[in-house]
């Protein structure tokens, strides 16, 4: 196979994995291989939505950033990938379908949609109030339909499109405590099938459900949390940017035969048995 200019390849080793871990040293990237695409993140100013924004532009993406309001960090992220940013809250449907067409018309197109926000609620099942449920509602779940709503119609008239999700382990019923918001990520594997299958072949639906990851959320564990955490195979939490990695993968054209899917990415804490 002959390689054009434009494909290159990087190789991943001890060097430049998170946390310097060696990794097989026969593995290879395509560094281009989102070239071409546009990808709107949500709640990208932080944590997997900020990783997986530095990661698309790496891997050749146009990004269009998302924060439920201006702030430095999305700024100052904004400017370093030379992004496009909306702001809006994404539980407020008028204000997702407003800031997704000054989307449109500043980047000419929305070819993938990655939904990253979310909130969670560390509160017991008996103390969580009615407003908890609705909040983290509202906007995990709620605030992944408005997106949908404003995004797949721009896809149906191009014909194409990608659409993660993510969701959580915790949407399996693997680990305990949290019921809002497990119930929250339960809810979007079942809309990512759904959404799969009412708009196939033309737009791709999948989701990712990671495990532990280290981010601001995880400064909210308790001992307790901290230490389920640490049971999956790999004996630890993953960083953002390996769960970027798999987001990605399901927003490329490489996955072009999965849809309706929920990809754990969990370093394998969901068999772990401990």
């Known amino acids: ?138 906007i995990n779940v709620l605030g992944t339909v408005n997106f949908c709503k404003a995004v797949i119609p721009l896809m149906q008239k191009a014909q194409y499109g990608r659409i993660v999700n993510v969701s959580s382990v915790r949407g399996y019923g693997m680990t305990s405590g949290r019921a809002a918001y497990s119930s929250s990520k339960a809810a979007i594997i079942n809309l990512t099938a759904t959404l799969a299958k009412e708009f196939a072949p033309t737009i791709l639906v999948n989701s990712i459900a990671p495990g532990f990851t280290n981010t601001d959320m995880s400064k909210t564990w308790s001992e307790q949390l901290r230490r389920q955490a640490m049971a999956s195979l790999l004996n630890r939490i993953a960083e953002p940017t390996e769960i970027a990695e798999a987001i990605l993968f399901l927003a490329s054209d490489r996955a072009s035969f999965i849809t309706g899917q929920t990809i754990l990415v969990d370093g394998g804490y969901s068999m772990a048995g401990k």
């Open 1 to 138: 196979m002959v390689l054009q200019p434009s494909h290159q390849f990087r190789l991943i080793n001890k060097h430049n994995t998170p946390g310097g871990r060696v990794v097989p040293s026969n593995i290879t990237f395509m560094d281009n291989f989102l070239a071409g695409k546009t990808i709107l993140i949500t709640g990208s100013s932080r944590g997997i939505g900020a990783a997986t924004a530095k990661l698309a532009k790496q891997y050749g993406a146009t990004v269009i950033l998302h924060g439920k309001e201006d702030s430095q960090e999305l700024q100052t992220l904004a400017k370093s990938l030379g992004a496009t940013v909306i702001t809006c809250d994404v539980a407020d449907s008028k204000a997702v379908h407003t800031a997704v067409a000054q989307a449109l018309q500043a980047a000419g197109r929305i070819d993938v949609l990655v939904n990253c926000a979310g909130i969670t609620n560390a509160k017991p099942f008996l103390e969580a109030t009615e407003q908890d449920w609705l909040e983290i509602f509202h």
